[in-house]
C-alpha cells in the first residue's frame, strides 16, 4: 500500500482533470500531485484556470472528466463537506453577522466539538494570530488584515490535513501583504498540513512555496521548485512570466554565428532566452547592443536597448549607466542562454552550448544570476 | 443667503409635506376629535361626549369578536406566508430550467386585481360544484360550505390570504437572498455545514433586515384586509369573518354611526403603532444590517 500522507498531511492528486462549460474549455488534462506537507503554489495570470482548479480540489465545483484524489481516497463527486479540508477566499467570506469568536469556530460547532475543546482550541489559535482582543467584534469593525487573520483563524482551528488558499493576500496593502507571506509560511511550516495555495503574483509564489504549478490557458506549463522554474524554465511563456524585468526573448540568429552554429546542431529554429541579470558588458564582443533609453531604479538600472533587431533589457549597476545612442559590447555565461524551440515554446537541451559559443569568439562572461531581485508587483 | 436656503428647504419640502398633511396628519387628528363626539344626525350637530364612545366600545361584543378575530387571522397568515416566502425564495434562487416562468407565476397573485382575485376563489369554495368541492367529490366526500360554516369561514379567507402575501414577500426574500455573497455558503459548506445548517446559521439570520419589514408589513395588511372579506362573505356568518377594519367599514358608511366608527379607528392606529414598536424593539437586538 503506498503511503499518503504524513501524520499531519495528505497529498492531493489530480488525473486528467477538465473542466467545460458550453463551449468554453477552462480546464484541460491537468495531471499533478501536490505531495502531502508541501507548499504548493498555483500560479498563472488571470482567467489561467487555477482558481476553478482549486474549486474542484475544495468541491464547490466538480470535474467535467478526470479524478481527484486527496489523501488517495477519490473524492472527484465528494460534496465540500465531505472532504475535510479549510479554505481561504480571496474575499475572507466572513460571516457579516457573527463575532470574531463565532467565525473562527463555526466549523468546529457544525462538527459538533464540545465546547470545552471548542473553548481551549479558540484561545491556542487566536494566541498564535495575534487576535485576543477582538473576539467580540464583528468582522465589519475589523481591518482588512484582522480579517485575513480571522480567515486564517477559521482555516486552521479544524486543523485540517489540507488547505487552501484562493489568493488570500491580494486585499492587502504591499508591506502587511510581505509580513503575511512570511507568517504563512511559518504558519503551515509550524502546523504540517497540505497547503494548495492560488496565486497570480509571481513574487507570493517563489518566497512561499516548495513547489510551484504555472498554469496557463487551462494548462499546466510547468511543475517545478521556485529555484528551477526561475533556472530552467520549460517553456517561453514559463520564462517571461517570471523575473522582474521579464526574461529576454528572441529569434537565435540575433547572436549571429553562435546562434547559427546552435540552431545547425539543434536542428531547427531556435528562440534564445537571456534574463536580463545574466547579461553584462564586455570589454570586446561580437554583439552589441544599441542603447535606446536607461531605466534607473537606485541600485541598479535598467538598459534598453537593441541587439539586431530585436529588442533587450539589460541590468546594470546603477551607478554608471551607459549613455542613450551608445553601443556596447554584451557577454553573457553560457550556462545563462536558455533555448527554445521556435515553434512550441519548449526548451531544448544542447549539450554542447560552451562549445559553441567560445568557437565564435563570444567572451564568457560570469555567471550573472544572482539572487533573483524580484520586485513585488503593485495592484 | 442664509434666509434664502431655508426658504429653499420648505419649498422642496412642501409637495410631500402637503399630500402627508392632507391625507395623514390631518385625518388622523380629526379622527380623534370626532372619537369624543357624538354623531351628528339630521338637524342634530356633534355633541362633545367625552369618554362615552369609548365605553360603549369596551362593551361592544362586536368588536371583541373582530379583534379576536384579527388576532387568529395574523397569526395564522403572518408565519405561513413569511415561512412560505422564503421557501419560494430559495427555490427560485437556484439555477433551473424555467426559472423565469416559475418565479413569475409566484408573483402572479400579487399583480392580479383584487376583485379578480377573490371571484376566482369564490368559485372555488362554491359549494356543490366549486373546484373543491369537485376535487374532494372524486374521494367520495360530500357537498362543503367552506365560507359558510361560522367554523371555516375565517380559515377559508386565510388560504385566499396567505396565497396571495406569499409571492409579494418572495419578491423581497429574492432580492435579499441575491445580496448574499456566494461565497458565504461555500465557506460554511467547506466547514461541514449542510444545506439545513447554512439555512439556519447563514441565510436566516442575514434574511432578518427582510424579516423586519416584511413583517411590519404583514402585521399591517392584516388589519388592513377589507376586500377578501367584501367579496367572500361579507363578514358572516355572524361576524365569523369580519375583522376590524371590516367592521370599521360597516360601522362607519352602511349604519354610518361616524363616531363610533372613528372611535374604532383609534384604538386601530394605537395597536397598529404599538405592534410596529414593538416589533422594532423586539427584533432590533436580532438582526444584523450590513
Known amino acids: ?379 | 443667503m442664509t434666509r434664502r436656503d431655508w426658504i429653499h428647504g420648505w419649498l422642496l419640502v412642501l409637495p410631500a409635506m402637503a399630500f402627508l398633511v392632507l391625507f395623514t396628519h390631518l385625518p388622523a387628528i380629526t379622527t380623534i376629535w370626532n372619537s369624543f363626539f357624538s354623531t351628528p344626525r339630521g338637524r342634530r350637530p356633534a355633541m362633545f361626549v367625552g369618554l362615552d364612545n369609548y365605553e360603549r366600545l369596551l362593551n361592544d361584543p362586536i368588536f371583541w369578536k373582530v379583534l379576536t378575530n384579527n388576532l387568529w387571522f395574523a397569526l395564522g397568515t403572518i408565519p405561513t406566508s413569511i415561512a412560505l416566502a422564503i421557501a419560494m425564495a430559495l427555490f427560485v434562487n437556484r439555477r433551473f430550467m424555467g426559472r423565469g416562468f416559475v418565479r413569475m407565476a409566484y408573483f402572479t397573485p400579487t399583480v392580479l386585481p383584487l376583485i379578480a382575485v377573490a371571484n376566482i376563489w369564490l368559485f372555488f369554495y362554491t359549494p356543490g360544484f366549486g373546484l373543491i368541492d369537485q376535487v374532494i367529490g372524486l374521494f367520495g366526500y360530500g357537498q362543503t360550505n367552506l365560507l359558510g360554516e361560522p367554523d371555516t369561514a375565517l380559515a377559508a379567507i386565510m388560504v385566499v390570504t396567505i396565497w396571495k402575501e406569499a409571492g409579494f414577500f418572495m419578491i423581497f426574500y429574492l432580492a435579499a437572498l441575491q445580496t448574499i455573497p456566494p461565497q458565504l455558503t461555500e465557506a460554511a459548506r467547506i466547514e461541514g455545514a449542510n444545506g439545513w445548517t447554512i439555512f439556519r446559521r447563514i441565510t436566516f439570520p442575514l434574511l432578518m433586515p427582510t424579516t423586519l419589514f416584511v413583517s411590519v408589513n404583514a402585521v399591517i395588511n392584516s388589519f388592513r384586509l377589507v376586500d377578501h372579506i367584501f367579496i367572500l362573505t361579507g363578514g358572516g356568518p355572524d361576524n365569523a369573518s369580519s375583522l376590524l377594519l371590516f367592521y370599521i367599514y360597516e360601522t362607519s358608511f352602511r349604519f354610518w354611526d361616524t363616531a363610533y366608527g372613528a372611535t374604532l379607528t383609534v384604538v386601530m392606529l394605537a395597536l397598529l403603532c404599538l405592534l410596529a414598536i414593538g416589533q422594532f424593539f423586539f427584533f432590533d437586538r436580532k438582526v444584523h444590517y450590513k
Not at chain 1, 500500500?1 to 477552462?26: F, Q
Not at chain 1, 497547503?195 to 512561499?208: F, G, P, S
Not at chain 1, 498554469?215 to 514559463?238: C, I, S
Open chain 1, 1 to 379: 500500500m503506498t503511503h499518503h500522507g504524513t501524520e499531519t498531511g495528505r497529498d492531493i492528486h489530480l488525473a486528467k482533470v477538465s473542466k467545460h462549460w458550453d463551449k468554453t474549455t477552462a480546464l484541460s488534462d491537468i495531471n499533478i500531485t501536490i505531495p502531502a506537507g508541501s507548499f504548493t503554489a498555483l500560479l498563472g495570470p488571470s482567467g489561467c484556470g487555477k482558481s476553478t482548479l482549486l474549486r474542484i480540489v475544495a468541491g464547490l465545483e466538480t470535474a467535467s472528466s478526470g479524478q481527484v484524489l486527496i489523501g488517495g481516497k477519490d473524492v472527484t463527486i465528494a460534496p465540500a463537506d465531505q472532504r475535510d479540508l479549510s479554505m481561504v477566499f480571496q474575499s475572507y467570506a466572513l460571516f457579516p453577522h457573527l463575532d470574531v469568536a463565532e467565525n473562527i469556530i463555526f466549523g468546529l460547532k457544525t462538527r459538533r466539538v464540545p465546547r470545552k475543546e471548542r473553548q481551549d482550541r479558540l484561545a491556542r489559535v487566536t494566541a498564535l494570530l495575534g487576535l485576543e482582543d477582538y473576539l467580540s467584534r464583528k468582522p465589519a469593525q475589523l481591518s482588512g488584515g484582522q480579517q485575513q487573520r480571522v480567515a486564517l483563524g477559521r482555516a486552521v482551528i479544524a486543523e485540517r490535513s489540507v488547505c487552501l488558499m484562493d489568493e488570500p493576500l491580494s486585499n492587502l496593502d504591499a508591506k502587511l501583504r510581505q509580513t503575511m507571506r512570511t507568517e504563512l509560511r511559518a504558519l503551515q511550516k509550524e502546523l504540517g498540513f497540505t497547503m494548495l495555495y492560488v496565486t497570480h503574483d509571481q513574487v507570493e509564489a517563489i518566497t512561499m512555496a516548495d513547489q510551484v504549478v504555472l498554469m496557463n490557458e487551462g494548462r499546466v506549463e510547468q511543475v517545478a521548485t521556485p529555484h528551477d522554474l526561475y533556472e530552467k524554465p520549460a517553456t517561453t511563456f514559463a520564462a517571461r512570466f517570471i523575473g522582474t524585468p521579464p526574461m529576454n526573448l528572441f529569434p537565435a540568429e540575433e547572436l549571429r554565428e553562435a546562434g547559427v552554429a546552435l540552431e545547425r546542431s539543434a536542428g531547427r529554429e531556435l528562440t534564445a532566452g537571456l534574463r536580463p541579470e545574466a547579461l553584462h558588458i564586455a570589454e570586446d564582443s561580437p554583439l552589441h547592443l544599441a542603447v535606446t533609453g536607461i531605466e534607473y531604479l537606485g541600485a541598479d538600472a535598467l538598459v534598453h536597448g537593441r541587439l539586431g533587431l530585436a529588442p533587450l533589457i539589460l541590468r546594470v549597476p546603477g551607478q554608471h549607466p551607459p549613455t542613450v545612442g551608445s553601443k556596447i559590447p554584451l557577454a553573457f555565461a553560457a550556462q545563462d542562454l536558455h533555448l527554445f524551440d521556435a515553434s512550441t515554446g519548449k526548451r531544448v537541451a544542447l549539450p554542447d552550448v560552451a562549445s559553441s559559443l567560445s568557437r565564435v569568439g563570444l567572451p564568457a562572461g560570469s555567471t550573472g544570476a544572482p539572487a533573483p531581485s524580484l520586485q513585488t508587483e503593485d495592484h
